[in-house]
Each structure stands twice: as structure tokens, then as C-alpha cells.
């Protein structure tokens, strides 16, 4: 009776070397290197070691060096993009959407490059981050699929979780947003005077999420960039000086002449003519009260020198009044007699017997 042959053994060469990885000589049969070892050698435990040890971790280490010099010329052309601020030609990515709409006008040339070179980095440190969490994602999710990891659950489960984590934090998204275009318009920056209706005052800190504030008393105010729906500042581009000084009764001809002589002469001065983008201008009779004319002078100035000009124009035109005689005159016009006892007021009355008009009542 003749004897069956042996059954091959766990070692025997028509058995894969790596009996765990059953999909290792298939994955063999697609590799040109894998392919050329097994023609050259015709060793099957060789030809699949080398596509373990050599193809795989060839494979990682080229996704990592393609991750790590795709994140490196971004963030290069993100970096050229913002140091560029500095200079006269600005992208226009990153000029505000005033400067966009006024090209042209004079009032372009007033912006600080310092201020622009701050928004600039904070934009771009922002973009950096973005560009290097999705471009390291994406090499971390090739890596996995090289190690064998199967994606489908698991991308299924992240974006679960990322509906989850968007429902639950709308605020937290709603306020890197608002900080994101904040800064892309250039709304404020660190140093503006502001008015963010709850909180008036001055921006210590511009961050995605929370802008601090603090204002007149010291309060340091932290207001989350999603709740602020309207924004007033008081620092960009130029400001207006708006005066108004009561003159009571006296000439008005004569009291514009005097306060125009007085804020010409200051716009004239070295130490304010820089302050002063247009000539001072006295408009005339703004109003009349019970105390007589309101004259109004206005001076249009830049952000910076505003509140110390206005406090010196209003010194200058009071000096001037004081100088020329209608301050004394403004104080007589107001000093108009009264009688300590109310005037009796007598009215007709109809005599009953004769019904001819009568005496007082």
C-alpha cells in the first residue's frame, strides 16, 4: 500500500515566511522592488521581508519628507506674503477692505506700517497653524493606511465626532470666525481707542477668540469676538475736531473773524502743522439758544493728534476771546435784569349792573 506523501510543514518554502500577514505576497506581486528581489533571488520569505522592511518604511519616510517640505514651502510663501506688508505694494489679500475701496485718496498714506506689519504676523501665525495641522492630518492618515489601519471606520467615527464637537461649541467657531475676519478687515488693532457698545476704551489684546479692553477706569474688559456685532474706532485713518463756544448776544461777524485768526495761527505753528490734514475752519452760527449764537469750528486732524489738539484749540479760541474784548462782552449780554416780585397781570371784567367792561379783578 503506498504511503501518502508528508503534508508540508509550517517551514516549507511554498508557505509565506509571515504567515500573520497572508496579504503581504499579494501586496508583493504589485511592488517593483519586491518583484525584482523575488526574479533575482527566487525566495519568497525574502521577497516579502523586503517589502516589510524596506518598501513599507521607504514609503512612511517619503510621506513624512513630503509632509515636512509641503508645510515648509507654505508656510515660506506665507512668510515672503506677510514681510511684504511692510513695503509700499501690499497684497491685496491682506489690505483692509477700507484701503481697497479708497484707492487713490490721501487718506491711504495715514496708516501706520508697524500696524500693518502686526496684523500681518497675527494672520499669518494663523495660517501657519492651519497649513500645518492639515498637511501633517493628512500624512498621519497615509501613514496609517500604510501600516495596514483600515480609514473607512475611522474617518466615519471623526466626522461623527466633529458634528458632535460643532454642535456643541457653534460659539467657540462663531468666535474664531468673527477674530478671523477681524483681523482680515482690520476692524481695530492693539493701542486703538474703540467703542464696542458694552465697553469703550482701549484694545490691550486682538486674539481669535476674546479682544480685552480696558477703558477709562482701569476695567479691563474681555469680550468674546462673536458678541460684538458693531464696532466704532477712533484711532484709524484721521478724525474730526468739533468745536462749539457760545458768544451770547454779541456780533457774530466779529466773534467767527476772531476765533478763524486764532485757529489759523495755530494750524500755522511747527509743533501742530503736521496734526492738521486740512485748514481749521470757523462754519459760523451753529445754533441759537435762550443764551444766544453757538459759533462752531471744526478741524479735521489725524487719529494720533486729536485729543491734544482739540484740547489746545479750545484753549487758543477761548484765549482769543479773552484778548479780543467779546468774552466781557458775552458775560454783560447775560446779565439782564430781574424783578424780585412777579408783574400782576390784570385782565377786563364785565360790570354786572351796566355791562360795561369793569376794573381788575
Not at 467657540?172 to 482680515?184: C, E, N, R
Not at 481695530?188 to 477709562?216: F, H, N
Request: charged share 20%; aromatic share 6%.
Amino acid at each position: 500500500m503506498p504511503l501518502a506523501p508528508p503534508t508540508p510543514g509550517p517551514s516549507s518554502s511554498t508557505e509565506p515566511f509571515f504567515n500573520g500577514t497572508p496579504d503581504v505576497s499579494e501586496s508583493c506581486k504589485t511592488d517593483a522592488l519586491c518583484t525584482w528581489i523575488f526574479n533575482k533571488t527566487d525566495i519568497q520569505w525574502l521577497a516579502n521581508g523586503s517589502y516589510v522592511f524596506i518598501v513599507k518604511p521607504l514609503r512612511i519616510l517619503a510621506i513624512v519628507l513630503i509632509a515636512m517640505l509641503v508645510r515648509w514651502a507654505l508656510h515660506r510663501a506665507i512668510r515672503r506674503l506677510t514681510t511684504s506688508t511692510s513695503r509700499a505694494e501690499m497684497p491685496a489679500l491682506l489690505k483692509p477692505l477700507r484701503e481697497r475701496a479708497a484707492k487713490g485718496e490721501a487718506a491711504e498714506n495715514q496708516f501706520i506700517p508697524e500696524r500693518r506689519r502686526q496684523r500681518a504676523e497675527a494672520i499669518g501665525s494663523v495660517l501657519r497653524s492651519f497649513v500645518t495641522a492639515v498637511v501633517f492630518t493628512m500624512a498621519t492618515l497615509l501613514v496609517m493606511g500604510e501600516l495596514g489601519f483600515n480609514l473607512g471606520p475611522l474617518l466615519a467615527s471623526a466626522g461623527i465626532v466633529g458634528v458632535a464637537l460643532g454642535f456643541g461649541a457653534q460659539s467657540l467657531v462663531k468666535d474664531l470666525i468673527a477674530g478671523l475676519f477681524m483681523l482680515l478687515e482690520d476692524q481695530y488693532g492693539v493701542g486703538d481707542s474703540v467703542d464696542l457698545g458694552d465697553a469703550v476704551g482701549v484694545v490691550e489684546t486682538v486674539g481669535l477668540r476674546v479682544t480685552t479692553v480696558r477703558d477709562m477706569r482701569g476695567v479691563l474688559w474681555y469680550i468674546r469676538n462673536g458678541e460684538i456685532v458693531r464696532v466704532g474706532n477712533k484711532s484709524q485713518g484721521w478724525a474730526m475736531v468739533v468745536i462749539d463756544i457760545p458768544i451770547g448776544f454779541v456780533n457774530s461777524e466779529e466773534a467767527i473773524a476772531v476765533l478763524r485768526t486764532a485757529a489759523l495761527a495755530l494750524a500755522e505753528e511747527p509743533e501742530h502743522s503736521t496734526e492738521f490734514l486740512e485748514q481749521p475752519d470757523v462754519v459760523g452760527v451753529e445754533q441759537l439758544t435762550v443764551d444766544g449764537a453757538v459759533i462752531r469750528t471744526i478741524a479735521k486732524t489725524t487719529a494720533e493728534g486729536q485729543p491734544v489738539l482739540q484740547r489746545e484749540l479750545r484753549r487758543r479760541l477761548t484765549e482769543a476771546l479773552e484778548t479780543s474784548g467779546i468774552a466781557e462782552r458775552i458775560a454783560v449780554s447775560r446779565m439782564l435784569p430781574r424783578s424780585a416780585v412777579p408783574p400782576t397781570y390784570s385782565q377786563p371784567s364785565t360790570d354786572s349792573s351796566s355791562g360795561a367792561p369793569g376794573g381788575a379783578t
